[in-house]
Nanobody, 121 residues
Framework: QVQLVESGGGLVQAGGSLRLSCAAS????????MGWFRQAPGKEREFVAAIRWSGGSAYYADSVKGRFTISRNAKNTVYLQMNSLKPEDTAVYYC???????????????WGQGTQVTVSS
């Protein structure tokens, strides 16, 4: 059974940093793409970043480009380093595994439960 478990969320002041982690288990993810999405209160879930587990280019939403970095290690963990955080980054952040590294929710088959990130002004 596939499991994605996020951690690392919390409360931070504007301009601060957080690193989210996503531990993946239950299958081999070497052929998968891993993505981060977020959902703010009253808004739709939106794409943040994605990367293929096998390597290659990473993809980012324009709103986070230059501030966030997605990466993965060799032990089934994906990270999202978030710097220069803004109040508008406040949301529940979700890790997802899918077939291609694209900003489409329906391309991802597996989802974590989410971790809350709150950025105070």
């Amino acid at each position: 059974q596939v499991q994605l478990v996020e951690s690392g969320g919390g409360l931070v002041q504007a301009g601060g940093s957080l690193r989210l982690s996503c531990a993946a288990s239950g299958r081999t993810f070497s052929s998968y793409a891993m993505g981060w999405f977020r959902q703010a209160p009253g808004k739709e879930r939106e794409f943040v970043a994605a990367i293929r587990w096998s390597g290659g280019s990473a993809y980012y939403a324009d709103s986070v480009k230059g501030r966030f970095t997605i990466s993965r290690n060799a032990k089934n963990t994906v990270y999202l380093q978030m710097n220069s955080l803004k109040p508008e980054d406040t949301a529940v952040y979700y890790c997802a595994a899918g077939r291609t590294a694209v900003p489409r929710i329906d391309s991802y088959d597996y989802w974590g439960q989410g971790t809350q990130v709150t950025v105070s002004s």
